[in-house]
Each structure stands twice: as structure tokens, then as C-alpha cells.
């Protein structure tokens, strides 16, 4: 019996072990590892922020999943010993005869001084939490929501986040003494859209009286100001940020990484430069073609991308040859706040340029993205 072991038990790996499991049937051993003991649901975090959900409701344990079949292990992944076919962890060596890495980015935000002692970070469960109850007892002031660098996990999660903050302080009859501010360092929203997608979001951000401060390089925090690099000053009364992404330390620490810290793969069969071995979703280094800007990272594209490596992995095990290419095709629900979301499509490998689109707000795809939230958990657990 053939093994493959799956380092990450977020989005790509979840996917990955439910479908190489139910295709490769008793054929294939497969083992899921993760340091942590619940999967959230990141996509519902801006949800959570505002109190529309609780952590119940989008947290589940990985080792449900081994009702499966899967084998599921908890424990830090230290090292890869990727020419002896074997990886490192605290419970001692896993082998493995196919390996798919779905490690994701971890976050830093000792890297921006100031970040850990006064910031809160918006794309971390527990600090969302924190940021939920700092909501519900903040009666006037400035909020700033910014970005500390690029890339970023899921482009349109501030702009969320920043639509519901809006229809939160409304429902409170709060939002006149309230003012929004966002900083991001892109040079507009939807940057590898087509111009008017940008201005679209420019103009439900000037609708709703949210300011947007972009091409910003934050340097620092200090107390209740956030320090851009050219000396302005934006004062706020509670901070809110996203922290710089890194890939984790075991993948920096292999030859697999480029000098970006993202894992170089052949962008369709998402192989590595070790035969066998695959790596998908926020850790790649996937980048766009002709204009060499990172591929958005999604959990959209971690899960095709799981599916396309899991399927390759099922022929490589018979034998055959791997043939099964990801198109960097997806899909992005924006929700704009008060029941209703922005479908967008998007072909990041498109030439000359991404292929992107942005619907205006409806009732139907906010729908949509909440049914598409019961289906992942009842898809896969
Ligand atoms: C606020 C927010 C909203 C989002 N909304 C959406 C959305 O609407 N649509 C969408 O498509 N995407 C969305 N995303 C992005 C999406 O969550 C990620 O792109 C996706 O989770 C990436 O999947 P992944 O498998 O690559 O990594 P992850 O899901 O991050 O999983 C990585 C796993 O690896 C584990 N791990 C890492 N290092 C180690 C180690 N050394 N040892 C053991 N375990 C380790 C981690 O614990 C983690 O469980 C959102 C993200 C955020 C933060």
C-alpha cells in the first residue's frame, strides 16, 4: 500500500485528504497532519468579526475526519527530509511515498513594530473574537482596518470587513460618529482587474463614507497612530490590521522555497521540483503570467488546486502519468454588508492579463456565499 501524507490540515488539505481518500479507496494510506486541533472557517471570519456567527458554528475538529479513513495526526511539522522521502515532526518521522504540502501562510506581526502590543489582528480567530467585543463598547471614534503587506490572503476580505463594519455601527444607530478608514498598499482595490472593477470599489467605499488611503507602506505602530513610511500619521482610536504573511518556518527552511519564501511549483501540475511531491494554496509562489505579480491566494484555489494534485497523485500510484493541469480559474463572494454580495469570477493565468470580474451587489450571491459555507462543512466533515 502506496502512503500520502498531507502536511496541513486547512483548506487544500482538507479537500485533498477527503478526495484521495474516496478515489484511491484501501489502495492508498493517507495521513493528514496539523498542529492545530480545529479547522475555522476563514471565510466566515468577517461574519464573526460582527457577531453574525459564532465560533461554533465555524470550527470544526480535524479528526472528525478520520471516520474517513483518514489518518489525521496533531503535531508541529519541523523539517523535511524530502531526498529520504520523510518528514520531521515532534511525534517522531512520518514516511511517505507521495507528500502534498498545503502549509499556508503563518502571521508576523512582530515584523511591523508596534503591531503586537497595540494592534488587533483582523485575520486571526482569536483576535477577531476580541475585536467582536471591542465593537460591541466602542460608541464614537476612529477605526483604521490596514494592510501591512503584500501578498495577502483573499484581497476582497478587508474590503469585507470594512462593508460590515459599516453595517454594524448603521444597525447601532452609531455609524454619524464612527469614521471607517482602510490602508492598503495596493495602488487601488481589485488591482489586477480591469480599472473600472477598482473604481466600482472605490465607489461603494465613497457611498458609504469609508475612507481609502492606498499605495500605503505602514512602518510602524505606536500608540493609537499608524506610521506610514513617509511620516504621515494616521491617528486612530482602535486599530485593526492585518500582519505580514510568511510562509511557516519548516517550508523557509527547505529547498523548496524561491526568494520570495513561496514554494515554487510548475503552475499546472503544481509539482515540485521533488518527484511526488506537491504543494498547494497560500504557500506557492504561483505567479501570474507576463506580469509576474503573485497569483490571488484563496481558499477557492487551494481546493481546485488539492483536487488537481490528489488526481495526479491516484495515476502516479497506478503507474501512469500524471495529466490532470489546474487553470487558475475561481470565484470570490464579497459580502457588501446588509444582506447583499459582489460575485466576482476570476482567470488569473489568462493572457495577456487576469480575466476579472466583479457583479454588482445582490441578494442572490450573498445567498450563495452562505450556502457555499454549510456545503464545505457538510462536503467534508
Ligand atoms: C478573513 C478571511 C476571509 C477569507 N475569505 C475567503 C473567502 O471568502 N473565499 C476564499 O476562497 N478564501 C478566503 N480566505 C482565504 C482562505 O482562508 C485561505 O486562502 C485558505 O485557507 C488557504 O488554504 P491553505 O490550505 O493553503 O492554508 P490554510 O487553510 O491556512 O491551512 C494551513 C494549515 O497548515 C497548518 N500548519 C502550518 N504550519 C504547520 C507546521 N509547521 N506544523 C503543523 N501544521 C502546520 C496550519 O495550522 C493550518 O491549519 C479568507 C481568509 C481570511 C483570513
New binding site residues.
Partial sequence: MKTTLI???????IVAANSLIKAAGPSMKVTL????EN?HF??S??LLMIGERKPPQMTREIKSLAKKGIEVLH????KLNLSEHSVTTDQGELDYDYLII?????YHPEAVPGFSDIVLN??DFNDIIKINQRLNNCPEGRIVLFISSLPY??P??PY??IFLLDQFFRQQGLRHKIKLTLVTPDFSPEPLAPPKVGQSVRKMLAEKDIELITEAKVIAVEKNTLILDHGTKIPADLLLGIAPHWT???LRNSDLVDSSGYVEVDQHTLETGYPGVYA????TAIRLPVIGAFAP??????HAQAVIATKNILLLSQGLKPKYRYNGK?F??MNTGFGRSRYSTVHYYKEPQPHITLLKPTRLAYLA?AAFEKYWFKRWF
Avoid at 497532519?33 to 492545530?36: A, F, K, L, M, N
Avoid at 498545503?102 to 503563518?106: D, T
Wanted: proline share 6%; with cysteine.
Fill in positions: 502536511l496541513g490540515g486547512g483548506i487544500g488539505g497532519v496539523d498542529r492545530e479547522h476563514a471565510s471570519f468577517p503535531t508541529e511539522i519541523n498545503a502549509l499556508g501562510v503563518e483582523a485575520y490572503k483573499c476582497p476580505a469585507e470587513m511557516p518556518e519548516v498547494i494554496g497560500d504557500a491566494k484563496a481558499g477557492v484555489f487551494a475561481g470570490c463572494v456565499k
